[in-house]
């Protein structure tokens, strides 16, 4: 019991090294022209194309893009099967915490089984859950929206000299 309670003070590893002005207002003006534009069409063709996770997934996109969790297929991919999975459990299980519950931990591992993982998208069911979404959800916002995010990830991440994006795609 006492290892186990030591590992609650940390291993006093240190921070990580401060972000520059530079590359803090970079991100900035990425995260603004991803969400701006999928806002704009949103409002522009009346069809949902944007959800509270796609923040987070600006924050790995344009603050991490060499994470592993900021690549196209786990961007994509990710929100796809967390999406999928939070409808399926919505409409074939129920409306009720015991399924949202289920929905987000099956979501996750199967993320994690299809080498997918994409924090942002684990809210995914549970953003489904409360809104009681159909099964168009799945296209608009959650495809739609992920694909215009990477597009926009893709022209804007390249545009600084010291970075290139993706790293990979499959």
């Known amino acids: 019991m006492g290892n186990y309670l030591k590992k609650f003070i940390g291993q006093k590893e240190r921070i990580n090294d401060k972000s520059t002005l530079k590359e803090i207002v970079f991100t900035f003006i990425g995260s603004f022209i991803a969400i701006v534009t999928i806002g704009y069409l949103t409002k522009t063709y009346d069809n949902l194309l944007i959800m509270g996770s796609f923040g987070a997934s600006c924050v790995l996109l344009f603050a991490f893009p060499k994470s592993p969790f900021s690549q196209p297929r786990n961007i994509i991919f990710g929100h796809f099967i967390s999406s999928f999975v939070g409808l399926f459990f919505l409409h074939f299980l129920g409306n009720d915490y015991i399924s949202m519950a289920l929905a987000l931990a099956v ?64």
Request: hydrophobic residues 55%; aromatic residues 14%.
């Open 107 to 170: 979501a996750i591992a199967l993320m994690m089984a299809t080498k997918t993982v994409h924090p942002s998208a684990g809210s995914n069911p549970l953003i489904i859950f409360l809104l009681a979404s159909n099964w168009n959800y799945l296209i608009f916002p959650t495809l739609t929206g992920a694909i215009l995010l990477v597009i926009v990830g893709l022209f804007y991440n390249n545009l600084h000299k010291n970075r290139v994006y993706p790293l990979y795609w499959i």
